[in-house]
């Protein structure tokens, strides 16, 4: 890379803190969790979460936490997808396919809409924080 | 495509000793394997600060951190929280958490620390300016050089009330501007970063984690004072930081952060490495720049200070790394807000190496102002096996020897040296009741006097004098005139030596001598060490109806001084006993008795 200019150095600079924020765990007060057991996967899971991820970067989202996680015992509706906003019910969705994964960031991270169709259940009292 | 994990593996050098390096490859092998290049991106970063349990793993964005992990745990850290996503329990700090976002909140090492100078550091690959730049690197340069004169930086400094953290405690912003006032011309600007205290690398990890940090103070320090030209003075026996570093200032340059006409500003600065051979003495400012003159490492009279005749007789500013560290925050927080932070005469934070007979030796950040208690207790844990706390050593072979009474007290400069001890560079060595104090004594007289340049006599003969008597003691063949004798030489030479190092070098004497005068009475009187460390004093006998007769002390002793038939009691000679110890360590019916 040639010498920096001023603008250049910015520019680089939001650049990079863009995926930097990605790996800061202290900024993240959402999330997204993905069951991704073998029934999940199989039904597409890693699609869902690749689409997830996707969108979240399109749309310059730093604050959610996407993570995977084990099967959430609802494998007659994988995939199934968890979404914890503050503020918001805690909703897990059912039948998360690549473009409902999109739609969860759009509607129910950006907007701050619960999705009808697909809502699923909500969490057993024991694991909701 | 972004990447969805990321694993932080701590290349610190005490992590990397430990295997550190063979992980971080384990673990880059096992990505591969599984096909996960791009989605897990494993990153090698600088020291974590908890170096008791490395070699650390930190996984993000979980947060989730895992303690002395081995290459071979590489495979299962990949299939298991990477891919199935469920915690690796048995390699976490705190074995009975299940849940994956168990980070260091959960860690009492990390929840009294504040981190200006580490900020950086177990966060940002060390080799990537980007990574530096994405945190706020280089925006305190750019503050500087668009948007304040030289004057600005130099008040911003001064408001902050930072001062040097090399150990002496020099208000930082004084210092830049005795060399700002000195007629325009050449001018250097240099790092110290000649780190040489025994249990001390707080600038070594910061060299090794953040070298961009003191890359651009540095640059930011030339602008204040009009130098051109900048010296990282490093010893050369710290490999892994000149790597770092080396490295970071050829991106710095390749991005016109270095050189002419920085960012368009029309302000030039180009920064070079001088290695040191790992002379204690080098630390001092004027050996030091007599040493990047390519003469002997001595030092000099002052005055001249370095700020008006410094380098090749030029105007110079030093300042360690640690103070360095500091000034990028300085710039872009204000110096209000970092004058917020510490106590009412020394603010901000400091760096201490924790080390010694404690649980959580480890790089830590504390605000100035914490107790002795907290550092010592609270992060590092306490002191190891449940013993008790005897000292706690600040400032290296420059300091003293802190007793417990003093546990509360708020470390500040100026609190350090009302108890008879210095701020130093932070090194912090802890001390139970298993140390010998006048043997301690003695070992940091045997460091200062090998490590004495010789040119004065109040260094060169005091601290051998010193040392002689320190050894007479141990040997048990002490009297009270020579602490009378070791009190006089000790004033004479903190009056008269030329440099800090003969000054301070009678610290640990003085100290211990108006803190622990009953240890060197029992030496001289009673003929004892109650630590059982120094050996003349020693005398190892066998409690004949505990012995079994098992033999273990007979076949273990190097010198066979110890007879006795299988399954009679034994006998130790002892004319013939070296007074090692390991017939007292091996003995599982504690039938050896120490006195």
Redesign the interface.
């Known amino acids: 890379m040639a010498k920096l200019t001023l603008s250049d150095l910015r520019k680089l600079r939001d650049e990079k803190q863009k995926a930097m924020e990605k790996r800061d765990p202290s900024n993240k007060d959402a999330q997204i969790i993905v069951g991704m057991g073998t029934c999940g996967i199989a039904a597409g899971a890693k699609e869902t979460f690749n689409a997830i991820i996707e969108e979240l970067d399109a749309k310059g989202i730093t604050h959610v936490l996407v993570r995977q996680t084990g099967c959430m015992g609802l494998c007659h509706s994988e995939p199934t997808v968890e979404v914890v906003v503050p503020n918001m019910p805690v909703v897990i969705y059912g039948n998360v396919d690549a473009a409902t994964g999109k739609k969860i960031v759009n509607d129910h991270i950006v907007n701050k809409k619960l999705i009808d169709k697909h809502i699923c259940d909500k969490p057993a009292m024991d694991i909701v924080r | 495509?972004?990447?969805?994990q990321?694993i932080l593996v701590c290349g610190g050098t005490a992590c990397e000793s430990n295997q550190g390096i063979a992980l971080f490859s384990a673990l880059k092998k096992a990505v591969e394997e599984h096909g996960l290049v791009n989605d897990v991106q494993v990153v090698r970063t600088g020291c974590l600060g908890f170096c008791e349990k490395g070699p650390i793993v930190k996984v993000?964005?979980?947060?989730t951190f895992y303690v002395e992990v081995k290459p071979e745990d590489a495979e299962v850290l990949i299939k298991e929280h990477i891919i199935?996503?469920?915690v690796v329990s048995r390699l976490l700090y705190d074995k009975n958490q299940s849940k994956?976002?168990v980070?260091i909140e959960g860690i009492d090492f990390y929840q009294k620390q504040f981190r200006i100078v580490l900020r950086n550091c177990g966060v940002?690959d060390p080799d990537k300016i980007?990574?530096y730049?994405?945190?706020?690197?280089?925006?305190a340069l750019?503050k500087a050089l668009?948007e304040m004169k030289p004057q600005d930086v130099i008040d911003e400094v001064s408001k902050s009330g930072l001062r040097g953290r090399g150990g002496a405690g020099f208000p930082t912003g004084k210092k830049w501007s005795f060399a700002a006032v000195q007629p325009a011309g050449q001018k250097y600007m240099v790092c110290n970063a000649d780190e040489g205290d025994p249990g001390a690398y707080m600038d070594r990890s910061t060299l090794e984690g953040d070298p961009h940090s003191v890359l651009e103070a540095m640059i930011i320090a030339g602008y204040a004072i009009g130098a051109d030209k900048g010296y990282v003075y490093i010893r050369a026996e710290y490999p892994l930081a000149i790597q770092r570093l080396e490295t970071a200032i050829a991106q710095a340059t390749?991005?016109?952060?270095l050189?002419e006409d920085i960012?368009?500003?029309g302000f030039s600065f180009t920064i070079e490495i001088r290695l040191g051979a790992g002379a204690f003495v080098c630390g001092e400012e004027t050996a030091l720049l007599a040493s990047i003159e390519g003469k002997r490492g001595m030092p000099t009279p002052r005055p001249p200070f370095p700020a008006v005749k410094g380098l090749w007789g030029r105007p110079t500013v030093i300042n360690n790394v640690e103070t360095l560290a500091n000034i990028p925050v300085v710039l872009l927080k204000g110096g209000a807000w970092f004058s917020k932070i510490g106590t009412a005469t020394s603010k901000g934070t400091k760096v201490f190496a924790l080390t010694g007979k404690i649980n959580n030796s480890g790089l830590i950040e504390v605000p100035m102002g914490t107790t002795l208690r907290e550092i010592i207790f609270d992060i590092g844990g306490g002191i190891r096996g449940g013993k008790a706390f005897k000292a706690a050593q600040t400032g290296g072979p420059s300091g003293g020897m802190i007793p417990p009474q003093f546990l509360d007290t708020p470390i500040d400069y100026e609190n350090l040296s009302k108890i008879g001890s210095i701020m130093g560079s932070g090194g912090l060595i802890v001390m139970d009741e298993d140390d010998c104090i006048p043997d301690i004594a003695k070992f940091y007289l045997d460091f200062t006097v090998d490590e004495s340049c010789g040119k004065c006599a109040p260094c060169r003969i005091g601290g051998r004098k010193l040392l002689n008597y320190l050894i007479k003691i141990c040997n048990g063949e002490g009297s009270y005139e020579d602490i009378d004798n070791m009190k006089e030489i000790s004033e004479a030479m903190a009056r008269a030596s030329l440099c800090g190092l003969g000054q301070t070098a009678s610290n640990p004497v003085q100290s211990s001598l108006r803190y622990f005068m009953d240890e060197y009475k029992e030496h001289i009187d009673a003929k004892k060490c109650r630590a059982g460390k120094c050996k003349n004093l020693l005398c190892y006998s066998i409690i004949t109806p505990k012995c079994v007769g098992c033999t273990a002390c007979a076949r273990v002793c190097p010198v066979n001084a110890i007879a006795g038939e299988r399954k009679q009691p034994h006998v130790i000679d002892a004319a013939k006993c070296i007074k090692c110890g390991q017939c007292f360590e091996v003995c599982k019916f504690h039938a050896v008795a120490r006195s």
Do not use: C, T, V, W
């Not at chain 2, 993000?60 to 947060?63: E, G, I």
């Not at chain 2, 730049?133 to 925006?139: L, N, S, V």
């Not at chain 2, 390749?254 to 952060?257: D, F, K, S």
């Open positions: 495509m972004g990447y969805k990321y993000l964005p979980q947060d199935k996503g469920r994956l976002n980070g940002i980007d990574e730049i994405a945190r706020d690197g280089y925006k750019e668009f390749e991005y016109g952060l050189g960012l368009g500003s």
